[in-house]
C-alpha cells in the first residue's frame, strides 16, 4: 500500500469518526458543532493526484501528523516491502550458509582457539585448576571420554561439581548395568576451603579445556549415564567424540556456533525494520504493524534455515558415510527450529486476534437496526402490508 493511499485511507477513517460523533450528539439531543468543509474540496471528476493534494490540506488544517492506531480487532500488520524481500533473502543465505558448512565453521574455530592452549595465560591457568575430582583418570573413568562421563565437565552440573569439589569426593557411574553402578570416591582429591574457591577453580578448569580441540560435551549429556542399561552412556560417548577421527562429535563448542546463524538472521531483519522506522518517523520503536510485520520476516527467513538445516541432515543420514550416519544429527540446528516453533505460534495467534470474533460483528452491524427509529419504521410496513 502506498503511503498517499494510506494517508487518504487514514483521514477518511477520522472523517467517518466525527460523522459517527454528529449522529451520537443529535440523538442524545446535544448542541452540534458540523466539521467543516476540506479546503480545496469540489464535486466533479477529480484525478488522484488532485485528490491526494487535497487530503494532504485536509490532514494539515486538522494537524493529523501521525497515522491512527489499528482498531481493536483490527487489521494490524504492515504489508510487504521489496526491501523486506531483500533482507529476508539476504538474512537467508547467511542462515543457509552457515548451517551447511558449519561443520566447516567448527572445524575453522576449533583450529584457531587450539593453539591457545599453550600460551602462558593458559598454562598458569591449567596449573591453578588442577583438580582429582573434575579430572578423575582412575580406572573405568579416565581416557578420552572422560569429559563426557565426568560431572565436573558438565555446566548443566556445576553446582553440584562445586559441591563435591569443596567434599574432595567424586561421584560417578560405573560402564555397564550392574547393582552396583553408582561410584564415590571420597579421596579424590583434598577438599577446598570454600564454596567460592571451588566455583573459582571449576571456571579456570572450564576455560582451559574449551579452547582445546574436543571443547565439552553438552550441558546435562552426562546424566545419560543414569539411564538404565548401558545405551545411554553408549549414546553419551558417541555423541561426545562422534565416529571420526579428527571431528568431535557434539561439542559445547559446536552448539554455541549454531546459534550464529539464528543471531545472524535476528540481526539483520531487526536492524533493517528499526532503521526503517526511524527513517519514516524519527524513532526506533516499532508499531504494532511493524512488530507483526517482524515476526513475519523473521519466520521466513529462519525457515530458510530450518530447511536448509534439515536438507543437510537427511542427506548426510540417507547418502552419507555407513559410519557416519547415526552423527547426522548433529547437523540439525536446533536453536533455529525452537525459534521457528515460537514464531509460528506468534504469526497464527496475532492472525486470529486482527480477526473481529462473531460477537463484535453482530454489534456492529446490528447496532443501526437497534434504533428505535427504524423499529417505529418496520412496525408500518407491517401495518401497510
Known amino acids: 500500500m502506498s503511503d498517499e493511499l494510506r494517508r487518504i485511507l487514514d483521514a477518511q477513517r477520522r472523517r467517518l469518526d466525527e460523522i459517527d460523533a454528529v449522529a451520537d450528539d443529535l440523538l442524545a439531543g446535544d448542541d452540534v458543532e458540523v466539521p467543516e468543509a476540506p479546503t480545496g474540496a469540489a464535486v466533479g471528476e477529480r484525478s488522484f493526484a488532485d485528490v491526494v493534494a487535497v487530503n494532504d490540506i485536509l490532514r494539515a488544517e486538522r494537524g493529523w501528523e501521525q497515522f491512527l492506531p489499528p482498531p481493536p480487532g483490527g487489521r494490524a500488520r504492515r504489508e510487504w516491502s521489496r526491501a523486506d524481500l531483500a533482507v529476508v533473502g539476504l538474512a537467508g543465505t547467511v542462515g543457509v550458509v552457515g548451517a551447511w558448512y558449519e561443520q566447516w565453521i567448527d572445524c575453522g574455530v576449533r583450529d584457531l582457539l587450539e593453539p591457545l592452549s599453550d600460551k602462558p595465560f593458559f598454562k598458569r591457568l591449567e596449573r591453578d585448576a588442577q583438580s582429582g575430582v573434575i579430572d578423575y583418570q582412575k580406572p573405568g573413568f579416565g581416557g578420552p571420554h572422560h569429559r563426557a562421563r565426568n560431572p565436573g565437565h558438565d555446566l548443566f552440573r ?211 437496526w437497534e434504533l428505535e427509529l427504524a423499529g417505529e419504521i418496520e412496525a408500518a410496513v407491517a401495518a401497510a402490508s
Open 158 to 368: 556445576f553446582v553440584e561439581t562445586v559441591h563435591h569439589m569443596r567434599k574432595g569426593e567424586f561421584h560417578g557411574t560405573k560402564l555397564g548395568d550392574g547393582p552396583d553402578r553408582v561410584f564415590v570416591d571420597d579421596e579424590a582429591d583434598d577438599a577446598v576451603a570454600t564454596y567460592t574457591d571451588a566455583a573459582v577453580r571449576l571456571l579456570k578448569h572450564l576455560v582451559t579445556d574449551v579452547v582445546t580441540p574436543t571443547s565439552l560435551p553438552l550441558p546435562g549429556t552426562s546424566l545419560l549415564d543414569k539411564l538404565p542399561g548401558s545405551k545411554g552412556q553408549d549414546l553419551n560417548r558417541l555423541l561426545f567424540q562422534g565416529e571420526r577421527d579428527k571431528i568431535t562429535g557434539m561439542t559445547l563448542r559446536g552448539g554455541v556456533l549454531q546459534s550464529l546463524p539464528l543471531l545472524s538472521t535476528e540481526l539483520i531483519v531487526r536492524v533493517h525494520l528499526h532503521l526503517r522506522a526511524h527513517e519514516e518517523r524519527q524513532t526506533f520503536v516499532l508499531t504494532a504493524e511493524e512488530t507483526a510485520l517482524r515476526s513475519e520476516v523473521l519466520l521466513v527467513a529462519h525457515g530458510l534455515t530450518g530447511a536448509a538445516s534439515v536438507g543437510r541432515t537427511l542427506t548426510t543420514a540417507m547418502f552419507g558415510d555407513l559410519k557416519n550416519r547415526i552423527m547426522s544429527v548433529r547437523h540439525l540446528n536446533v536453536p533455529v527450529l525452537l525459534r521457528l516453533g515460537a514464531l509460528g505460534v506468534s504469526v497464527a495467534r496475532a492472525r486470529r486476534d486482527r480477526l473481529p470474533d462473531w460477537e463484535n460483528l453482530l454489534d456492529h452491524f446490528e447496532a443501526p
